[in-house]
């Protein structure tokens, strides 16, 4: 990085003798899905006019003014560099708060391209960096408050800034979680101020920067906020570090504990959590002694305080689920409880069956006398050893049947995993209808529900991870349908909550040490949903 921010430096010190209009170039904007526009302006070594320091180059629009500014490096934030230290600089009042992605940091190159800020303050020497990113890297996240005016723009700078080499790289701008097009920054040894023409933003509105990765970096290098109101009120310099992203609404993890496949079941107002439960370590294996031999019970009517309940259905040694008990999923019917889940047999290492047990208050329950009560389907893979994969069970009322979905293997030799469907009428007696979807390697944690004329399905694993939809659960067929998962990390078992007009999905990351669940609101657009991370 430091040879190419020196090579960077000599280039740009050439070019920024030269005067601002001469090396200007504006292409087109580009419409947006949230109404935002996008137009870029190339080369612009400076933001203002020199005659006045509060309006901007005609680049970034006609009598704009300058409301406030955000240098990562410039002469008020150079105490931190290395770290998230990075201050609010200089603000309107209409912003709330800003934030950065966890892991984001003010790099400084020996050498690197300045850019004046203002005529009387030093120079932006510095880009916020994010290393080790995959895809797209949110780096920022501003959060709207009152009075922003009516007609606004966003200026970004970026040239490839904290790149290791000269590669293109996008840059994206997201309004509530909805994304907007994909700007392509190429190097080309002067800075780029990518421009979007704002909506009409309400208060609590979130705009979030993307940055497409390349070789594991993402960088920004600053932000103007532009409008043709005159006269802003200025928010004062912040002297702690920016707040890291976090929209969680909830979480929960147990020190000294692991946690996996788990189910959430609202009754009134508490939120009943049932969860696999093992001893917190490096591997966090299933078929290590002590783990997953009874489901954790924990209740909340927040998602953030958690009261802790005794344990239930521990594991019968000698028996279809004398290894382990696994991937609780419950359905309340005629007002007792129903709760399928999978069981490893200990004589047959590795068989799966499914089995139900029954409950009035969701703290006491009685194993059905037919366990198992489900099996892989014939046409479901068996190895020479025993081995079968038939777990993560899921039911839904449908009409006047009942639908179980549950991950399966189809083929040793091609590596394929199906969701099997089954029906029944009484949740006991259950009729094989085959697969409901042939998907990637062992598609674990099915997880269906309704929103809307729509049925939803997650899957998910270590060997890949989609949403799909469909109008008719029986029958299908099941297409998968855009959805952005949160990155960087393995978050499995996906659920949801319906809670009145409220969705909230949730997910465990797979973390040495002990894993946790997280929950997010989620909205909804023409029946995509969107879950701002």
Avoid at 1 to 28: D, E, F, H
Avoid at 493 to 505: A, K, L, P, S
Wanted: charged share 20%.
């Amino acid at each position: 990085m430091k040879q190419a921010g020196n090579r960077y430096g000599k280039r740009m010190a050439k070019i920024m003798r030269v005067s601002i209009l001469a090396s200007m170039c504006t292409t087109p904007p580009v419409a947006a899905k949230q109404g935002a526009d996008i137009s870029r302006a190339e080369g612009i070594t400076e933001w203002r006019d020199a005659s006045d320091p509060s309006r901007a180059t005609e680049a970034f629009g006609k009598d704009m003014r300058v409301n406030g500014w955000m240098f990562f490096g410039s002469s008020q934030l150079t105490d931190g560099f290395g770290d998230t230290s990075h201050r609010s600089e200089n603000l309107p009042t209409y912003v709330a708060q800003m934030a950065v992605t966890p892991g984001a940091r003010v790099s400084r190159f020996a050498g690197y391209a300045t850019v004046p800020v203002s005529q009387d303050k030093e120079s932006l020497a510095g880009s916020l960096t994010l290393e080790g990113a995959s895809d797209q890297a949110e780096l920022l996240t501003i959060r709207m408050g009152a009075d922003a005016p009516p007609t606004l723009k966003l200026a970004v700078l970026t040239d490839n800034l904290g790149g290791p080499d000269y590669a293109p790289r996008g840059i994206s701008l997201a309004i509530d979680g909805e994304p907007g097009p994909m700007a392509t920054v190429t190097p080309n040894g002067t800075p780029d101020w990518l421009i979007w023409n704002l909506p009409s933003l309400k208060e609590g509105s979130e705009i979030s920067l993307r940055v497409e990765a390349h070789k594991g970096v993402a960088a920004i290098g600053g932000l103007l906020f532009l409008s043709s109101t005159p006269d802003v009120a200025h928010k004062p310099v912040a002297q702690g570090p920016l707040p890291v992203i976090d929209r969680k609404i909830g979480e929960f993890s147990r020190e000294g504990e692991y946690l996996k496949d788990y189910y959430v079941f609202k009754e009134g107002d508490t939120f009943h959590l049932f969860y696999n439960v093992g001893i917190a370590g490096e591997s966090q294996q299933w078929f290590e002694a002590g783990n997953e031999k009874a489901f954790g019970h924990s209740t909340s009517k927040d998602f953030k305080t958690w009261q802790h309940h005794p344990r239930v259905l521990n594991a019968v040694p000698g028996s279809w689920e004398g290894m382990v008990v696994s991937a609780p999923s419950i359905i309340k019917h005629d007002g007792t409880y129903y709760m399928f889940y999978t069981g490893f047999d200990d004589r047959v290492p590795g068989k799966q069956t499914i089995g139900l047990a029954t409950s009035k208050d969701l703290f006491h329950w009685e194993r059905h006398p037919r366990n198992p009560i489900y099996e892989a389907p014939p046409w479901a893979d068996r190895r020479a050893d025993g081995y079968i994969d038939c777990r993560d069970s899921h039911v839904i009322k449908y009409g006047d049947e009942f639908l179980l979905f549950t991950m399966v293997s189809t083929s040793k030799s091609a590596g394929k995993g199906a969701i099997a469907l089954a029906v029944s009428k009484n949740l006991i007696d259950w009729e094989d209808l085959g697969p409901a979807v042939e998907t990637f390697k062992e598609p674990e944690s099915p997880r269906v529900f309704q929103h809307g004329e729509y049925f939803y399905m997650f899957v998910s694993s270590a060997y890949g991870k989609q949403l799909l939809r469909t109008s008719n659960p029986k029958k299908g067929p099941w297409n998968p349908i855009p959805f952005r998962w949160p990155a960087p990390g393995l978050w499995s078992g996906w659920e949801v909550v319906e809670d009145g007009n409220r969705t909230i999905f949730s997910a465990f990351e797979w973390k040495s040490f002990g894993n946790h669940i997280r929950f997010w609101d989620v909205s909804w657009n023409d029946g995509i949903p969107h879950v701002v991370y």
